[in-house]
């Protein structure tokens, strides 16, 4: 116990010392050397046996203070004072649950009258952001979803727009659209336009189950790699043979199934474990929304512990749990994570009438 408090003490003046290195700095040329710092301090903490639950967390709160510090930086530089917008993280980064290999996935929301002349000083800043971001080790996102593209550049007014037509339609690009800007939080500057936009997308979706009823249909297309007599199914013809996917086919399931949870009952939290345990209405869903988060932070180890391995051996970083690194517990403790996945999903088909 005393090795352990030691060990914790010692994480946590790295990360102290971290961020108030990253506070300090005011050149891009000394935060992309920082950035390259704060990477080897997550594999460092990788190293630790930390839970996922308080590695991710870290990792959250050190790349949000970088970005905050890199959106500080070039602000100076554009002369913002006096326009009211935030930057949105999306995605994993809106939900707080990134790991050691990610992208960027950001927005803008604003408040102006003059809305195309706002929006085209917003997006010189915004480049030099993504671009910025980029050079610290957040790659740009290959989808464009990034506060430069002009789609993801809007007033407030434009975002209930476009959320609503996604929701009205409820066409293929728009279930893929919400999977990811659903997740938003405002991360830097005007948050309450990022809280009023989630309190009308809050009120406007719950009473509209056709749009989450095909969410709901479109989460249960993804399946867990478990076969027809109750074993894991690796791809053999993947990149990596005899693989799966712990991010898509793990993970994911519980990220999807958390998300229209929450949108179908109004619930503002944006992390997969906060919407789950926010779900319950009695102590026995409580036990089952337990169950389901010490699954989701299980299969989110195992992912962590395959970034850790792809780094020791100089490998590029992928979320590919190849079955020969898998040990019997490992994989009776994967098909057990499967099983709570498969109980949250036969949950929320249930809610829209929907066999799984």
Known sequence: MIGH????ASRDARVRQMLERLAALGDDGALIEAARDLRGLAFELLEDDESAAQLTRTIADLNDALTIRILETVQARHGLESIRFAW?????EGRREQTVHTDQDNAIIFAADDV???RATLLRFADEVNRLLDACGFPLCRGDIMARNPRWCLSIGEWRDCFARWIDTGDPEALLHGAIFFDFRGLWGALDLAAELRMWLSSY???RPVFLRQMTQNA???????GVFGRLRFERRARIPD????????AGLFTDAARILALSRGVAETSTPARLLAWPHSDYERREAE?????????????LRRQRDCHH?????????PAATLSGFDRRVLLACFEEARALRVRIATDYGLRY
Not at 88 to 92: D, H, N, R, V, Y
Not at 243 to 250: E, N, P, V
Not at 313 to 321: M, P, S, T, Y
């Open 116 to 118: 195309d002349t706002v």
């Open 313 to 321: 051996d100089g490998a590029e970083l992928d979320n590919r749990i």
């Open 291 to 303: 169950s389901w988060v010490e699954a989701f932070y299980a299969l989110q180890d195992f992912r």
């Open 220 to 226: 249960l297309r993804s399946r867990p790699p478990v």
């Open 243 to 250: 693989s799966f996917d712990i991010k898509l086919q793990g």
């Open 205 to 207: 979706i719950a009473p």
């Open 5 to 8: 408090g030691l060990a914790v």
């Open 88 to 92: 949105m993280a999306l995605g994993s």
